[in-house]
């Protein structure tokens, strides 16, 4: 669910990272933080974070120079971004050690080996781009740091989260549902023709009539529906075919798989409601289904779960309002010879 994404968001945005930043000849020092100078490798590690961010919220058409987040320029958000990400750091620098907090040996030399073998693999953006060997270590730790932190939180307030407020968090959040895909194109993935096509919605159109007129759920008339559809698309129906097409999955606002509009639909769809979601790729039968039968049911399969995402965003927001008040102290010519506009993407 969202806490093992935010668990490993930094870590996985150190590996995904291209990295990038500008040709340096000076200054050293970009800005101070509450008193605590940011050298310009660090600088430029979050400006690229920062960067990578704006860049997914993009169409692939929209170049930053261009392009609006927010309501605001791409390059005035990257920046605002870039600051909030190194108030973060100096935040989580100073919190890690207040606590006492370590790192165990063997995951310590770990996490700095991963670092060290990304930074070689990738010397030659990332030196051509102003970005030291131990400022990315540095970089790296960091987020290291943040997840033991986020574990120590977790660990000191999952008794804090009452049973009726994870079932109220977890219903608005997620939808559990079935749903059965299918293929819109034949196997060498042209469209269906017209007919094809046609007959696809019928078939699936007569499994929702029956789902509503006799009560049966998706499951049960998946067989049914694929030994109908499958030929049309060139494929043969196999005992396998359900569990190739039929999935039981939870979704919320932020599953990709078939888009955030399908998301919400689902969200906002009554249990027990079945129907023809079309707007994605291939479309798409589904049933809404409880997210738990009872309340024994949640507390033993979903509670520690949800405690734990409802603790993580507390911590999350608590971290962003410390970090954001500690004071700030830009130099405006480094912060322009840094500018966003000089990330290199290659070499």
């Known amino acids: ?15 995904c990272l291209s ?49 609006t987040i927010e309501g605001v320029p791409a390059d005035e958000w990257v920046h605002t971004r870039t600051i909030e990400l190194i108030r973060r750091h ?11 907090l370590s790192i165990p040996e063997d995951e310590a030399a770990s996490a700095q080996s991963a670092s060290d073998q990304y930074y070689e693999a990738n010397e030659e953006l990332i030196a051509a781009n102003g970005i030291g060997k131990e400022s990315y270590r540095i970089f790296y730790m960091n ?28 219903d608005f959040t997620y939808a559990h549902i079935y749903q059965l895909a299918l293929p819109s194109t034949d196997t060498s993935y042209q469209l269906l023709d017209e007919d094809a096509a046609a007959a696809l919605m019928d078939a699936a159109n007569k499994a929702i009539d029956k789902m509503k007129a006799e009560g049966s759920t998706l499951d049960e008339v998946a067989d049914e529906v694929l030994e109908e559809v499958l030929p049309l698309s060139g ?26 509009d399908f998301s919400l639909a689902m969200l906002a769809a009554e249990v027990g409601s079945c129907g023809l979601y079309t707007a994605s790729t291939s479309p798409v039968l589904y049933e809404k289904l409880p997210n738990y039968e009872t ?5 033993a399969e ?20 410390q970090a954001g008040a500690l004071s700030l102290e830009e130099d405006a010519s480094a912060v322009r010879t840094y500018s966003v506009h000089n990330i290199k993407t290659e070499v």
């Open 235 to 260: 494929r043969e129906y196999t005992d396998s075919s359900v569990s190739e097409y039929l999935s039981e999955r939870y979704v919320s606002e932020d599953s990709t798989l078939y888009g955030k």
């Open 295 to 299: 309340d024994e049911q949640f507390e």
């Open 19 to 67: 990295l990038a930043g500008c040709v340096i000849s000076a200054p050293q020092t970009v800005l101070t933080v509450d008193g605590e100078p940011i050298p310009a490798g660090l600088y430029l590690s979050y400006q690229y974070s920062a960067y990578a961010e704006a860049t997914s919220q993009l169409s692939s058409s929209e170049e930053l120079e261009d392009a």
């Open 1 to 15: 669910m969202k806490l093992k994404r935010l668990l490993c968001a930094a870590a996985s945005a150190v590996f």
């Open 143 to 170: 987020q290291v740091k943040y997840s033991a932190l986020l574990e120590a939180y977790l660990e000191e307030h999952r008794s804090d989260v009452q049973l009726d407020e994870a079932k109220e968090y977890m």
């Open 90 to 100: 100096v935040y989580v620098e100073r919190a890690f050690e207040a606590q006492g």
């Open 302 to 321: 979903h509670f520690a779960a949800i405690a734990d995402e409802i603790n993580a965003a507390a911590f999350e927001e608590d971290v962003a309002q």
